[in-house]
């Protein structure tokens, strides 16, 4: 049998050595993560929930009106490249909820 080479063991070591560590750091946070507690569980990801979309939308179709437009049309163009879905359906989430 031959032993394994000096490179597949310094990968296999690191491999272990990061495992080690991302296991420390998750297992207890520390008081550097107190921000967690204040994730809504209603809408986790988002930067608006039912407490401030009224605002966000008021803002969109006054003050932001010129800016809401532009986001209009770019969630209206009928020809997009697979790699344009993301940022066109951003958009067009936003129109919608914006004007259903």
Known sequence: MTS???TLLAVLVGLAILI???EAACAAPDE???WISKIRPDH???FFNADTWP???ERALT???GHYEKVKAHAEVGDINVRDWGQQLMSAAFVYRIEP
Do not use: D, E, I
Request: charge should be positive; glycine fraction near 6%.
């Open 4 to 6: 394994p080479s000096p």
């Open 20 to 22: 080690v560590l991302s």
């Open 44 to 46: 986790p990801r988002l």
């Open 55 to 57: 605002a966000v939308r």
């Open 63 to 65: 003050v932001n009106k």
């Open 32 to 34: 550097g993560y107190t």
